[in-house]
């Protein structure tokens, strides 16, 4: 019986590649680097907030020292810009408040700097109480890695077998798998069905209102 769904949180529960593409480029114009079209940053995030720094630098710059400076510049645009254009998917709102009906928790886990991932949900999601909130941490390995999930699951008191995991890439496929989880992948994210099928997600789902028809599946 599923009792949680463990949302991740850009490209699943909110599309915010314009206020991170934006802030990244606002940065990498400050430093003369090249900046980028939105649509390529569909391709650099996924990884964590250091990860996308990384890959939008030129080869040339792409030591730690330049990654770290930058980020730390990232991170202060990024606070000013978080909340300009992310707004929720349609539907998602519907599925929570449905998922609350039904008496399942609902978290979040995210490869966002966890100051982010609570500043997001509280401001977008101001209506809703999530169970948990988790975004990435100094100490704790990022996802793929399950700790992020066994974190929440132990915070939550429930096991693999009640909980089912939602996300958008390959990454949420890996993470899922490594934590013992079924995972159903949103086809409206930011990598797409290709991504998703090749990665073996457990389930696709082409509308928010379709995990709960996974979620009966489950647990007929």
């Excluded at 990384?54 to 400076?69: F, G, H, M, V």
């Excluded at 934590?179 to 949103?186: F, N, P, T, V």
Aim: negative net charge.
């Amino acid at each position: 019986m599923i009792r949680l769904v463990i949302f991740d949180l850009d490209g699943t529960l909110v599309n915010s590649i314009d206020d991170l593409a934006d802030s990244v480029n606002e940065v990498l114009e400050k430093r003369g680097y090249k900046t980028y079209e939105v649509n390529k940053y569909y391709h650099f995030v996924g990884d964590g907030t250091l990860k996308l720094i990384e890959r939008a630098l030129p080869d040339y710059a792409r030591d730690r020292e330049t990654i770290k400076a930058v980020h730390e510049e990232f991170a202060v645009c990024y606070e000013k810009n978080c909340l300009n254009k992310t707004k929720p998917y349609r539907g998602i709102t519907n599925l929570l408040e449905a998922l609350k009906d039904k008496g399942i928790m609902t978290a979040v886990a995210s490869n966002k700097t966890d100051i982010f991932t609570k500043e997001i949900t509280k401001a977008l999601f101001c209506d809703f109480e999530f169970s948990a909130v988790f975004g990435k941490l100094d100490g704790v390995p990022k996802k793929p890695d399950p700790t992020i999930i066994f974190n929440i699951m132990d915070k939550l008191n429930v096991n693999s077998e009640e909980t089912l995991y939602v996300g958008d890439s390959d990454v949420d496929v890996y993470t899922a798998r490594n934590s013992g989880l079924k995972m159903a992948g949103c086809i409206w994210g930011f990598r797409g069905r290709e991504e998703l099928e090749r990665a073996g997600a457990d389930y696709l789902v082409e509308k928010p209102q379709d995990i709960i028809k996974v979620i009966d599946k489950l647990n007929n």
